[in-house]
């Protein structure tokens, strides 16, 4: 059934509503990730042309609708060159989401029971312990904690570990003198898998000018998973942690346990 809204400029219809709504959760989530980057204002352009060029099309007016349709077309080779960067993030962040990742199935699907998430084991105590030795010691470190999604990629970038999460092994591997020091912990379940890993940096332009890399690391992994992050600072020692591509700062021992306690164990039902 077509709904008659303009009957003799367009017809609308319930599938055409769905569109417009899948396009517009597309392009809000292209400009979530190109939000704070030099990106974004080409992206703005680029989507102002493109409706311009719409509505250019459906007034019949063919000299301007074929310029901008060949610009349109050509720019599609220009476009993959200048966001180069946030198309990768952009199929990274597609291809380890947790809905389509392996393992979701298997522990949403058909495993049908109220259980605690596997995290809710990790030591809690011993990261927050060891964060804040490294703290007061001023030992920089970055812990990354898998959520739902597979970071094996990351992983695969350090050196296995396989241990069981303790305060004297986190502090063992990032004392200044370990080889391991240099890179993320990563930690899935109560399992160091690696450490040394190397992670992608957030290119935020709004990032603190006073924070470096090492938090740059930290919230670059959350940008693209769902994984959380904590740093340790080198030169203040002050812990932050990581969220969704947000950063907490100036947390004591105390307030990081809360926070881990709060996103790493749920209540059974």
Known sequence: MVLSIFPYFLSFRWIDAIDVLLVAVLLFQLYKIVRGTMAVNIFIGIVSIYFFWLVVKALNMQLLSTILGQFIGVGVIALIIVFQQELRKFLLLIGTNGIINKNYFS?????????????????????????????????????????????????????????????????????????????????????????RCVLPVSENNDFPSNLGMRHRAAVGITEVTDAFAIAVSEQTGEIAFSKDGQLMQHLTADGLRKILEAELTEPKG
Request: proline letters at 1%; a positive charge; hydrophobic letters at 40%.
């Open 107 to 195: 522990k949403n699907w058909f495993k049908m029971s109220f259980e605690t998430k596997v995290s809710e084991s990790i030591d809690i105590n011993a990261i927050a312990k060891a964060c804040k030795n490294m703290s007061d010691s001023k030992t920089g470190a970055i812990i990354v904690i898998s959520n739902k999604t597979d970071l094996n990629f990351y992983s695969n970038t350090g050196d296995n570990i396989n241990a069981k999460v303790s305060l004297r092994l986190l502090e063992s591997i990032f004392y200044k003198n370990s080889p391991l020091h240099d890179g993320a912990v990563i930690i899935v379940g109560n399992t160091i898998q690696s450490a």
